[in-house]
């Protein structure tokens, strides 16, 4: 059987990798991909020698935190920590990517569009 790529049929709609001192010089990456008419999804793809895919769907996000230190700020990166409905994955984060203030934004953007087109409505309770 042959090995299926994962990125097969999909739009990737924006990757980076952890970065060190602004540069991607890692083994993790991070990608945004869209099967039209399905799903979006986030990716985290960790390794080298051995390899760890995690991935989220987007519509199942509650929350999403940015975080940059001052030498962050310095190098133009942050962290971005995402909570979810993911079981398997509540808490999921980001390390150190380029622009994480317009990462956030188009992770918004992206969710909003994906819960839009499964007619989902979230709402806060307040008890």
């Given at each position: 059987m042959p090995k299926r790529n994962i990125y097969e049929d999909v739009e990737i709609l924006w990757k980076d990798r952890k970065r060190y001192m602004g540069?991607?010089?890692s083994f993790t990456r991070y990608r945004i991909i869209k099967k039209p008419g399905k799903w979006i999804k986030l990716i985290s793809d960790i390794g080298f020698f051995h390899s760890e895919i995690e991935e989220i769907n987007?519509?199942?996000i509650e929350d999403i935190k940015v975080y940059q230190s001052f030498a962050n700020k310095f190098w133009g990166v942050g962290t971005i920590t995402i909570y979810s409905k993911d079981r398997s994955t509540p808490e999921t984060t980001i390390l150190r990517v380029k622009d994480p203030y317009k990462v956030r934004s188009l992770i918004t953007e992206l969710l909003e569009e994906d819960r839009s087109s499964r007619n989902m409505?979230?709402?806060e309770a307040h008890i």
């Open positions: 540069m991607p010089i987007l519509f199942r409505v979230v709402s």
